[in-house]
């Protein structure tokens, strides 16, 4: 039996989304069985497509041809310009393609970036982002967001807030829960049986014995020592300045980071195209390109799949180590 296919959603339309369907299939070929889900009228007009009513279709069209569950949208796509009127479609093809994993017709979801200014307006939008209303779709009560590529995994515990509200929202429930999630994920996603994690300070040098802050000690050390003594194989806290050059990666699996721009700073700068975006604690595998809509160039035919195929592997790779599409 061929493995199930990864679902890519079409994501906002009048960003890149529908552009990087087609590029992702040529340079994957049939490597990756997947299939998209979106209007076919907002594909580029060369697109080589083809209908399946069933995911599983996908699997038997040759590999130049794009396999599309068509989601008819209300109107054309405008590229740079969002539409209010489309909003609503965004959000219904992103719960379509959940519910077609959750009943087993597909192996996983990559989706296509989303703007959440656009869906807030014409669909009343009401999530931070796309992770939550993912979550929200499981009806599951917290996730975790992972950065991955070849080289470097890793978490932020705290995500899209300012730096000044990070140590009030830091508590040790987070971290708990944080690092509980990103353990859980790392055996169940990604094959480790007993993964290490590299957990960072939220002070220059990890606080500096006190003298830079407190939260080292007073916070982050006994969460870290209790889980410990549970078996979870963690190092911690470091300096985050020297937890990311080669010989430092080479001595954990992944790095849960105190804050946003702590955890996605280095995996840019070692990967910037080849990052992935994963959301850990879900219960079906679903990945990201990490990038925007990029309204500024879509429509012109430029825009680069490689963050798409990287996430399009991963997720495949993912919902291999779950079983899924076995």
């Not at 280095?266 to 910037?272: G, Q």
Request: proline fraction near 11%.
């Amino acid at each position: 039996m061929p493995p199930l296919p990864v679902i890519l959603t079409c994501g906002e339309p009048a960003g890149i989304g529908p552009e990087l369907a087609p590029g992702a299939r040529a340079m994957l070929g049939d490597a990756v069985p997947l299939v998209w889900l979106g209007d076919p009228a907002h594909l580029p007009p060369d697109t080589s497509w083809a209908e399946v009513v069933d995911p599983a279709e996908a699997c038997a069209l040759p590999a130049a041809v794009l396999p599309v569950l068509p989601h008819a949208f209300p109107g054309p796509r405008t590229p740079g310009r969002p539409q209010p009127a489309q909003a609503a479609a965004v959000m219904a093809v992103i719960e379509r393609a959940v519910r077609l994993v959750q009943a087993g017709r597909a192996a996983a979801v990559c989706t296509a970036p989303i703007h959440k200014q656009a869906l807030a307006e014409g669909a009343g939008f009401a999530f931070p982002g796309h992770t939550e209303f993912l979550a929200h779709l499981a009806g599951v009560g917290r996730v975790v967001m992972m950065l991955a590529c070849d080289e470097v995994r890793v978490v932020p515990v705290t995500i899209h807030i300012p730096l000044a509200e990070v140590p009030a929202a830091l508590t040790p429930d987070l971290l708990e829960d944080t690092l509980r999630i990103t353990r859980a994920g790392l055996i169940r996603d990604f094959g480790l049986a007993a993964p290490r994690i590299a957990v960072a300070g939220l002070n220059p040098h990890a606080g500096e014995g006190g003298r830079m802050g407190r939260e080292e000690i007073d916070l982050i050390a006994p969460v870290l020592d209790r889980l410990r003594a549970e078996g979870f194989d963690l190092a911690g806290p470091l300096p985050a300045d020297t937890m990311f050059h080669p010989a430092a990666r080479a001595r954990y699996d992944a790095a849960v980071c105190m804050y946003h721009d702590q955890a996605l700073i280095p995996i840019k700068t070692i990967d910037f195209a080849g990052g992935v975006n994963v959301t850990l604690g879900l219960p079906f595998v679903r990945t990201s390109p990490d990038h925007g809509t990029a309204f500024d160039i879509a429509g012109r035919g430029i825009a680069d799949p490689s963050s798409t195929v990287a996430a399009l592997r991963l997720a495949a790779r993912m919902a291999a180590a779950r079983g899924a599409g076995a």
